[in-house]
């Protein structure tokens, strides 16, 4: 069975190259009728972030991207779902010394006491990685050390010159030799497993099959097929994901500005959009298709179709698909994800008509109150457009307007649509000439929405008290 896992170390909040990572799992599991599995490794507890494993389930329940194990929200609490816990790399420390033990038993590991102050110093001769200075250590001594409680870390003993070869599902097939790689430290001397060990543990007893991940992790293969190696382990398939770069083609990074996924949820995109975008970057189809929904993303997913190159962050994508996804999403869904606060003394009826008629002009939902203050702010001001688009027959056009609509009793489309014909008559004006004043009178623009339907919307009293203050601002 296919099984694949998403494990994040719990150091911030949720990076939308790390939700990609989760969602291209999520997609090749379930392409595979496979179980995708959250796990979470927090073995560096010097860098955790205390909200970010909620942040995580949060953000991820949000996108649509579940996982099948792994910690959950059940009854108002996080608890494991699944037969493979713990899911916490911290809850498994025993699990991992039993493994320690057992490579520095068979000596494919070794006590390591050299210091910070001369690891510091390898690095600042050029030295590339450990140089194995306590790799031969005699036993005898080695244990007097430790019994005379002495610091130090667990090293592996990496072979001599040997070429590691594996075929990623991205990349192809690989080699690389193990003499470019160094001795990597598996336990801290606080008794933590290292990622490098902890990693080949855990996805071994939780019988992951496939391992996804980011290419930054590429040069750790070598230490990582050791260990299987080592431990008689057959090894997973690896695939090798591009970064997400910036519109500089450089790695995306939050220096830059909004990369976690709380920032975009919070600018008001829509988490089906988001989702959509992050597939296309980087991977595709096999078609020209760009808006999928999820069941149709995993139908198609593969890895022979995920670039080996890094794929570009188009903010101007984002808006597109998110627009889309706006204009075919329920309105009333669209004003519950509006500040309710900016909404106070709207009338709910109203303001969902108003979101039906302008919600293909916006990008993020939050625009939306921007439209929706144009229907109940008094006040007519004019945008910069507007101001250099004035001419002189604007204003006579614009109280012949009003009078024709002081006339209407009845106050709908039709009516509307007549003050419009008369106004057209009476100005001898016609298309631009005729409906940029009128929008400019009313909208303070001379774009907007359909017109008729706006000025509807807007009411006979508002539309009076905006064409009544056009001889002040025009």
């Not at 030295?127 to 090293?155: F, P, S």
């Not at 179709?305 to 627009?323: A, E, H, I, Q, T």
Request: glycine share 6%.
């Amino acid at each position: 069975m296919v099984r694949v896992r998403f494990a994040p170390s719990p150091t911030g909040y949720v990076h939308v190259g790390s939700l990609r990572t989760a969602l291209y799992c999520y997609l090749f599991a379930h392409h595979n009728e496979g179980k995708y599995v959250l796990r979470i490794e927090d073995t560096d507890q010097s860098r955790l972030v205390e909200d970010a494993v909620e942040n995580l389930l949060r953000e991820m329940e949000w996108t649509g991207v579940i996982h099948d194990e792994g910690p959950s929200h059940l009854n108002g609490e996080v608890r494991d779902v699944g037969d493979y816990g713990p899911y916490t790399q911290s809850e498994r420390l025993d699990i991992y010394q039993g493994y320690i033990r057992q490579l520095v038993e068979e000596d494919k590991a070794y006590p390591c006491f050299c210091s910070k102050e001369r690891l510091d110093e390898l690095r600042a001769s050029g030295q590339h990685g450990y140089d194995g200075h306590c790799r031969n250590l005699d036993k005898e001594e080695v244990n007097k050390r430790i019994a005379a409680g002495e610091a130090h870390v667990i090293r592996m003993k990496m072979p001599r010159d040997e070429e590691l070869v594996f075929d990623d599902l991205v990349r192809g097939r690989i080699s690389m030799n193990s003499d470019d790689s160094d001795d990597q430290v598996i336990q801290k001397s606080d008794g933590f497993p290292t990622y490098h060990l902890a990693v080949v543990v855990d996805d071994h007893l939780m019988e992951i099959s496939h391992v996804i991940r980011g290419e930054e992790w590429l040069s750790s293969v070598p230490k990582h097929l050791v260990l299987y190696d080592y431990f008689g382990w057959e090894r997973p398939l690896y695939a090798h994901l591009p970064n997400i770069l910036n519109s500089e083609r450089k790695k995306l990074s939050k220096r830059e500005g909004d990369v976690s996924v709380s920032d975009f949820r919070e600018k008001g995109y829509l988490p089906e959009a988001l989702v959509n975008f992050l597939a296309l970057v980087g991977w595709n189809p096999g078609d020209e298709r760009e808006i999928m929904t999820m069941e149709e993303m995993i139908q198609s997913f593969s890895f022979d179709r995920v670039s080996r190159s890094g794929g570009v962050f188009d903010l101007g994508k984002l808006n597109y698909m998110n627009n889309h996804y706006i204009r075919v999403a329920d309105n009333e869904r669209l004003y519950d994800l509006l500040d309710q606060e900016k909404l106070v003394g709207t009338d709910k009826a109203h303001v969902l008509e108003i979101i039906e008629l302008v919600k293909e002009r916006v990008d993020r939902v939050p625009e939306l109150l921007d439209y929706i203050d144009g229907f109940y702010r008094e006040e007519l001001v004019l945008d910069d457009e507007a101001r250099a688009s004035v001419e002189d027959y604007m204003l006579p056009l614009l109280d012949f307007f009003a009078s024709e609509i002081e006339k209407i009793e009845v106050f709908d489309k039709d009516s509307v649509q007549a003050a419009i014909k008369a106004t057209q008559k009476e100005m001898n004006v016609k298309g631009k000439k005729l409906y940029m004043p009128l929008r400019i009178g009313i909208n303070g623009s001379p774009h907007g929405a359909d017109l008729v339907t706006s000025i509807v919307l807007m009411g006979k009293d508002m539309v009076l008290k905006r064409l009544s203050q056009v001889g002040e601002v025009l």
